[in-house]
């Protein structure tokens, strides 16, 4: 048997992976792509879907508004059956995470009034929707269950706001243990699910509320609309603070007061871009084809043999692992730390044909997607890694940031 360390031994793990065949559902290059939790690649049939939208606006032209008014609720529905355990009416995809997350704070702040609880980590546009809301308590990063209690305890807070999956570290939090202890000091709570859809099980059904994107690993493209969940039980209770006309009730009536629609549709907005959410429905089919628990299941392997990489070859050139040990504490991307993170991700990128992406202050983080990654993917992009540590490449690069990283 071929050692850890050997390309063998990681051509010997993609022969025995069930889901091997779903890579060649993808647009591939030559480039090692690491990066597919923040971008997931083009699949094939959303290509074809998004094709035949655009031939249809030109035949159809404004008569294709029939079909098209349905597609935030139609899709939300296949979101909730296949990949974010909620009941049907529950989800809507819609406009942007930070639109998203405004309207579901705001609603359960409005008459709620009170402190909200955050981690000093949070992803950044999450923080400055909530700071913009109201007083803000932060919790350590990755907080757990008793941490939640602990910022709860004075009995002053209103609303719990987490991420499911940490963005920098890729941490797993413990959604139900969480939820319960926010539930349990009288506060609404309202899950990040970001860098979890599609990749980790996610059970929405004692939870309050909900945001979440389609680009990342549900592999929609840039910019895909996002989407919102509310329990049924809170969708008369909340009231949307954009009042648009893609919420209210008899819509094309065009009345002069606002009365908006009782279920989840109130939380529409404005018109829809439904060229993008056409890429959405092939994306998240996809992702239901594979099922989301296989598809943990490879996450864990990748992200396990990623770790016994970093430890045989990069802990010894002053790399830190940034991502829990611990499998059940971890999304699907690795966080690898060092001083000289910046220029490292840069090398990688411009001199090895690797993408990963960079998180200040320190950390390269390698997004291993399961429905087109593979081991030997993982190997080539370690192994240039250590390569180029070794040789110091990176010195070669300029030290100062870029606006992306």
Known sequence: MAAVTERAHAAGLDAADPLAGFRDEFVLGERIYMDGNSLGRLPRRVEERVAALVQEWGERL???????????ARLGDLL??????AQPGEVLVC???TV??????AAAL???PGVIVTAVDEFPTDRYVLQGLGEVRLLDPDPAADDVAAACAPG??????????NYRSGALADLAGITEAAHDAGALMLWDVCHSAGVVPIDLSGVDLAVGCTYKYLNAGPGAPAFLYMREGLQLELRSPIQGWFGQREQFAMGPAYDPEPGIVRFLAGTPPIVALAAVEPAVELVAEAGVAALREKSVALTAYAIELHDAWLAPLGFELGTPRDAARRGSHVSLRHPEGWRICRALIERADVIPDFRAPDSV???????Y???????DAFDRLRRLVEDEVYLELDPAPGRVT
């Open 156 to 165: 002053d807070v209103a609303l719990v706001c987490l991420s499911h999956v």
């Open 62 to 72: 404004v008569t294709g508004w029939h079909e098209w008014i349905e597609l935030p």
């Open 95 to 97: 406009d942007s995470v």
């Open 80 to 85: 909730a059956r296949e990949i974010v355990g």
């Open 110 to 112: 409005d008459g709620r």
């Open 100 to 105: 998203n997350l405004y309207k579901l704070a």
């Open 365 to 371: 983080r390698f997004g291993l997607p399961p429905l």
């Open 373 to 379: 990654t593979r081991f030997v993917d993982v190997w």
